[in-house]
Each structure stands twice: as structure tokens, then as C-alpha cells.
């Protein structure tokens, strides 16, 4: 899903990411919810993981937001590699 996102947004990851930015929605309100009302987010949290890495402060702010959705975990695998 995440090589499908990144077939349908622009090359250029910031560009990416300010798209992606927008299509978040609201945060969620505290911390319920985080673990069942954003699995959609699952493909965004893959993309950053996948082709964040080139531009980390970036990933990292877009993570950021996501975390007030959704878990970020995965992507943070990614981002901070043992």
C-alpha cells in the first residue's frame, strides 16, 4: 500500500508528506482510540518507513502528527534502526 501512495503523490517526499500532512483529519481527543479508530493510517505510518528516511526532520514532524491519530510505531523502526 505504501509503493501505492507513493505512485500517486508528487516525487518530491515534502510535497508527499504536506499532502499526506492534510489528509489526516482530526486528532484524536486523549488517548482513546489510538489503537482502533486510525488502522487507515497503517499505509501512511508504512510510506514514512519506507521513503522517509532521506528527509528525517521531515518524517519525524509527519510522524508527529500521526501520533496524535494513530501509533507511529512502525515507521519509528525505520527512523531509529538498532
Partial sequence: MADAIRRQLPPDHAKAAKILSKS??????GVAGIF?????LMPVTRF???FGL????LSME???Q???RYTWEYAVHSLFPL
Fill in 48 to 50: 514514512v518507513e519506507e
Fill in 54 to 57: 532521506a528527509d528525517y526532520d
Fill in 24 to 29: 489526516l483529519g482530526k486528532p484524536l481527543e
Fill in 62 to 64: 509527519l510522524c508527529a
Fill in 36 to 40: 482502533t479508530k486510525g488502522y487507515w
Fill in 66 to 68: 500521526i501520533t496524535r
